[in-house]
């Protein structure tokens, strides 16, 4: 069963940048599609972005798409995410997610880590 740990949350102010980190263990990486997902206070979590087993494909919300890069490392089982031009829309606890069946997208999402807190300040 796999594990998922993120790190690299943090404060950052209106336009600044971010970047997530999820580390994988106790699985195979590359055989899992692996996404983002974000709740913010009192809402529900929300999808964010998604990336292949490969990397070749990627989904991204409307919300994030061209500001947040999805990128992965199967050498390093390793997933990130880079977020630009941030806003306080942005604040959340960002999840990181793995699926078994390679589904990407809202509904993605067997194992997840515990997520890291992104603040951004007006």
């Known amino acids: 069963q796999i594990q998922l740990v993120e790190s690299g949350g943090g404060f950052v102010q209106t336009g600044g940048s971010l970047r997530l980190s999820c580390v994988a263990s106790g699985g195979t990486f590359s055989m899992y599609a692996m996404g983002w997902f974000r709740q913010a206070p009192g809402k529900a979590r929300e999808f964010v972005a998604a990336?292949?087993?490969?990397?070749?494909?990627?989904s991204y919300s409307d919300a994030v798409k061209g500001r947040f890069t999805i990128s992965r490392d199967n050498t390093k089982n390793t997933l990130a995410l880079q977020m630009n031009r941030l806003t306080p829309e942005d604040t959340a606890v960002y999840y990181c997610?793995?699926?078994?069946?390679?589904?990407?997208?809202?509904?993605?999402?067997?194992?997840w880590g515990q997520g890291t807190q992104v603040f951004v300040s007006a």
């Open positions: 990336i292949s087993w490969t990397g070749i494909d990627r």
């Open positions: 997610a793995a699926d078994s069946g390679g589904a990407m997208g809202p509904v993605m999402g067997d194992y």
